[in-house]
Each structure stands twice: as structure tokens, then as C-alpha cells.
Nanobody, 120 residues
Framework: VESGESGGGLVQAGGSLRLSCQAS????????MGWYRQAPGKQRELVAA???????NYADSVKGRFTISRDSARNKAYLQMNSLKPEDTAVYYC???????????????WGQGTLVTVSS
């Protein structure tokens, strides 16, 4: 099973970006898809997550600016980021919690990350 992100880049403060995450492989069902970020010298932190049932969770720092959504049929998740700030600069990672169609175990995978840079 693999998870891959795309959509990062350089944007000016106040701008927008949309990140995409694609999970593929022996996936029976998705339990949760989440976006995390890690800025230089800081710990990785949760940005937003959406469960298989559609429950949403956002970090306080991004509420009202970021929106997570998903395409369940394609095992994809998106993070729409608006009103970006320089402090949003980080590597953004997709995390997928899923049930394996091989073993029926609940597993988690991480993507390789995509860099988001917000200039002031």
C-alpha cells in the first residue's frame, strides 16, 4: 500500500494551495485520512483529518482557513488551504489509516511529504 501527496509549492501570504493525497494498494476500507505538517525544528503536528464516516478534525491554527475533503471511491483526500500565512510553511504529509484487504488488520501509512512554502 502506498500513499502519495501532490500540490505543494511556493505561494505568497494570503494565497491558496490545494494538496492531494492518493492511497493505493490492498485497501479494504479507509478508517481515516489526515494531513500533518512538520516545520523546520518542530515536531510533526496534525493539521486536519477526516474519518471514514466523515467526521472532521482541525488544528485550531487552521480552522476557518483549511478544508479537508475526500473522494471515498478513489481513496483520495484533499486539503484546500486558503489565506496562507508564512507560519504555514512546512512539509505536509498525508497519513492513511486503513483496513488491509490481505490481512484484515488496521494499518497506517505515511506519504513522502510535499513542501509548502509561504512567503511574506
Amino acid at each position: 500500500v502506498e500513499s502519495g501527496e501532490s500540490g505543494g509549492g511556493l505561494v505568497q501570504a494570503g494565497g491558496s494551495l490545494r494538496l492531494s493525497c492518493q492511497a493505493s494498494g490492498t485497501i479494504l476500507s479507509i478508517n481515516v485520512m489526515g494531513w500533518y505538517r512538520q516545520a523546520p525544528g518542530k515536531q510533526r503536528e496534525l493539521v486536519a483529518a477526516i474519518t471514514g464516516g466523515g467526521r472532521l478534525n482541525y488544528a485550531d491554527s487552521v480552522k476557518g482557513r483549511f478544508t479537508i475533503s475526500r473522494d471515498s471511491a478513489r481513496n483520495k483526500a484533499y486539503l484546500q488551504m486558503n489565506s496562507l500565512k508564512p507560519e504555514d510553511t512546512a512539509v505536509y504529509y498525508c497519513n492513511v489509516g486503513y483496513k488491509s484487504s490481505d490481512t484484515y488488520n488496521d494499518l497506517t501509512i505515511w506519504g513522502q511529504g510535499t513542501l509548502v512554502t509561504v512567503s511574506s
